[in-house]
């Protein structure tokens, strides 16, 4: 498939992805992949927050077959695990819990390997009858309405590998945090033990000052020890965080991206 690159992103996809549908459809591979119950896992993975139960039950598919299907899913190439960082409910095994956590589990998310899949699950493939038929209506409103969300998603894995880039590739541990108070964009472990937490803004105001305070308290919250506070926006800061004598803070701005393009 030839797409011209002269294009911007909204007319690529607008165009070619509903009135191409049909041929977009046959490259899927597996085929099967676009049946049932291999759909319905993955529009689910692709439209929530990744939690296994979470997945599984917007899936409407149990635990033993949810599983199996996963591990099918990631022999594939298509999806991977990424493992919960949160520390364990119990100290001792005979700790009784409040009554309030005794149903929450610890439990890994579930990735699409590629943001086209993302795409395609999350956009496209859920108005599969509409397209088929020429109809684009409910397509378009979906698309206006959430797209703004998958690019929110690769500003996220973009901005992990510009903090990276930014200490010299030396973070051990660079991912998502999520626990049961909070759920963070960046949790990162340096090689010398400086803990980064961060937080990734894709929207068109500048990030105020506000926003690193409820990152603050946020992590007061969940009791993370954080030594450096990281802030990535599209559209710059305020002046009042630019101006900030605050020796824990790092600001990225989009024109800070560019460094990924020459390393």
Not at 92 to 113: G, T
Not at 126 to 145: A, C, I, M, V
Request: overall charge neutral; proline content about 3%.
């Amino acid at each position: 498939m030839e797409l011209d690159s002269s294009d911007d992103l909204d007319t690529i996809i607008r165009f070619n992805f509903v009135e191409q549908y049909k041929v977009l459809n046959e490259f899927i591979s597996p085929s099967y992949l676009i049946e049932e119950p291999y759909r319905f896992l993955l529009v689910s993975i692709a439209r929530g927050d990744g939690r296994l139960s979470n997945v599984f039950r917007k899936a409407r598919v149990g635990e033993v077959l949810g599983l199996r299907l996963l591990n099918e899913l990631v022999e594939l190439g298509i999806v991977e695990l990424e493992d919960s960082r949160e520390p364990a409910l119990k100290a001792y095994p005979n700790q009784k819990l409040e009554k309030a956590l005794r149903s929450y589990k610890i439990e890994p998310k579930i990735r699409f390997k590629k943001p086209f899949h993302r795409f395609w699950f999350g956009f496209v493939e859920p108005y599969h009858k509409d397209l088929n038929r020429g109809k684009s209506k409910r397509f378009y409103e979906n698309f206006n309405q959430h797209f703004a969300q998958l690019h929110s998603f690769v500003f996220e894995q973009l901005s992990q590998e510009l903090l990276n880039v930014h200490f010299n590739n030396q973070l051990i541990i660079n991912g998502n945090y999520w626990d049961k108070h909070s759920e963070f964009d960046i949790w990162a472990t340096h090689k010398d033990g400086t803990k980064i937490l961060g937080e990734c803004k894709y929207t068109n105001r500048r990030v105020c000052k506000s926003e690193l305070s409820k990152l603050r308290q946020k992590a007061k919250t969940s009791e993370l020890e954080v030594d450096i506070f990281a802030l990535f926006s599209k559209n710059g800061f305020s002046n009042e965080l630019k101006n900030s004598i605050d020796k824990d803070l790092l600001l990225f701005e989009l024109e800070d991206f560019k460094q990924l393009l020459i390393v």
